[in-house]
């Protein structure tokens, strides 16, 4: 079993920044994928960035609307994945939640409101 914790999340004006971070704890020792999903009302939950662990290589992706303007990161000796938010958006408002793939069981964080408003 996994449990993941996020924080970081919070009211920022159009153009500002945030860090969103994510524990995993429990049996951490290995995984498939790890990153953030987001998910606004009425509509279905949507990634964001995800790194992606083939062999002993890390790939991170991106959703085409976030590109350039997020970074996904991934601390392995403290079991935490981060994602830098720059230049954020109005559309960008949504409930961020992390997301752990391991073999075929998916684990989800309860997610972090971001809310992007002047």
């Known amino acids: 079993q996994v449990q993941l914790v996020e924080s970081g999340g919070g009211l920022v004006q159009p153009g500002g920044s945030l860090r969103l971070s994510c524990v995993a704890s429990g049996s951490v020792y290995s995984f498939n994928a790890m990153g953030w999903y987001r998910q606004v009302p009425g509509k279905e939950r949507e990634l964001v960035a995800r790194?992606?662990?083939?062999?002993?290589?890390?790939?991170?992706n991106y959703a085409d609307s976030v590109k350039g303007r997020f970074t996904i990161s991934m601390d392995s000796a403290k079991n935490t994945v981060y994602l830098q938010m720059n230049s954020l958006k109005p559309e960008d408002t949504a409930v961020y939640y992390c997301?752990?793939?391991?073999?075929?069981?998916?684990?989800w964080g309860q997610g972090t409101q971001v809310t992007v408003s002047s």
């Open positions: 790194i992606t662990k083939v062999g002993t290589t890390n790939y991170a």
């Open positions: 997301h752990r793939l391991a073999g075929s069981i998916n684990y």
